[in-house]
């Protein structure tokens, strides 16, 4: 009895060895991998990207030299967003040609080609009030929504189009502006309208989700596909201005998404860009960059190379102040924390403040999510009338 008890004791004992031993091991194993980087990428993300965000401090941020010359600042804040959106297109006459209309009962709707920069010529939409002019104008800048068939369809009724196109529009329309085509309000209101198609959407398209090949194959050749975009709307707020019906002071732009992305690009850097409405797109940067988020998942129509190092999103918006700008976000918006998005709204804010125009800065959350639901639009062309009817 006694012998089997000491066996017991020596098998718990070896037993209790052979535990520790392989603690040790794996202790030592795990001590050993934490020498070194194993894996280097999750959610897409390298593991040491909060060190990357860590050293973004945004050096050419008015609000690290706000006691400077702000018209020197903007200067200087531009040219740099203008560096890295890459090389620009080559610019030619428009060479514009009207090659369809259709009668809307107060205003009337275009098809238009013109060269937009001197590397394509595409078809754009067009609608001009009957009333006499000459009118104030509005930009509108379609959204992405990995939706590709339709670009300014979105924005613009189409007619004489394919049926398939036709009623992807309306659908679409329904989905993310309350049923309404918002050229088509704005135009009923007085404003003429303008829209293009970016590379890859409706009459552009091809490419559909490769976006990143795009962009890619686009690098290769010295282009920025998100500078390249923001270079023809640049083009197209020139083209507006130059329009017989359109009073080249009274424009400004407006768009959902990547079109609020857009727009508030537009008012910053277009001379031709008086104000906007940029709807469901503001954010920091580091309000976003985590693992799996928008920005991780190659939205190339948004990323302007090494643009970070030097200013966050609403530093490149601020380029605007003190031109009216409204922001009008969803605090549903799964794109964007309601935390980066108010971040940023404080950022700007500070901004037109600094500069006595504090006034002109509208920021909006609606209990909404990503869409330009039919509330944002009345708020907005309200606004849109107190500020370029009363010019």
């Known amino acids: 009895m006694m012998k089997t008890r000491h066996t017991l004791a020596l098998a718990t004992i070896l037993k209790f060895a052979f535990f520790f031993l392989g603690f040790l091991m794996c202790f030592y194993a795990n001590a050993q991998q934490k020498e070194y980087e194993s894996p280097g990428i999750v959610g897409r993300m390298p593991v040491f990207y909060q060190k990357l965000a860590d050293r973004q401090q945004y050096p050419l941020s008015w609000l690290k030299c706000e006691k400077g010359d702000f018209s020197i600042w903007r200067t200087e804040a531009k040219a740099k967003v203008m560096e890295c959106l890459m090389t620009p297109p080559p610019a030619v006459p428009f060479d514009a040609k009207i090659i369809a209309e259709q ?214 918006a601020a380029i605007a102040c003190p031109k009216p700008l409204m922001f009008c976000c969803g605090s549903k918006d799964h794109l964007f924390p309601v935390k980066s998005i108010n971040e940023a709204f404080d950022k700007m804010r500070k901004v037109w403040v600094s500069q006595g125009a504090g006034d002109k800065l509208i920021t909006k959350l609606y209990d909404s999510p990503h869409q330009y639901s039919i509330d944002m639009q009345n708020e907005a062309f309200e606004w849109l009338d107190k500020v370029l009817l009363k010019k």
């Open 103 to 316: 009668d809307r009962g107060t205003y009337v709707a275009r098809k238009i080609v013109f060269n937009v920069t001197g590397d394509s010529r595409v078809l754009a939409f067009m609608l001009v009030p009957k009333s006499k002019g000459p009118h104030p104008a509005v930009l509108l800048l379609h959204d992405h929504g990995a939706k590709y068939d339709i670009g300014k369809e979105k924005v613009i009724e189409p007619w004489d189009e394919p049926a398939e196109k036709i009623k992807s529009a309306k659908t679409w329309a329904v989905e993310c502006y309350g049923g309404k085509f918002i050229g088509d309000e704005l135009a009923k209101k007085g404003y003429v309208c303008f829209a293009t198609d970016m590379l890859n959407w409706s009459d552009r398209g091809g490419a559909e989700d490769d976006q990143q090949a795009v962009a890619s194959n686009l690098y290769h050749m010295g282009v920025s596909f998100a500078g390249l975009i923001v270079h023809e709307d640049l083009r197209a707020a020139e083209f507006l201005s130059q329009q017989p019906e359109v009073d080249p002071k009274r424009i400004a732009s407006m768009g959902l998404s990547v079109g609020g992305y857009r727009t508030w690009h537009s008012v910053a850097l277009s001379d031709h860009i008086a104000a906007g409405v940029s709807v469901c797109w503001m954010t920091t940067y580091k309000g976003i960059i985590f693992p799996n988020s928008i920005e991780s998942n190659g939205i190339y129509t948004m990323l302007h190379p090494g643009l970070a190092n030097f200013l966050d999103y609403p530093d490149i």
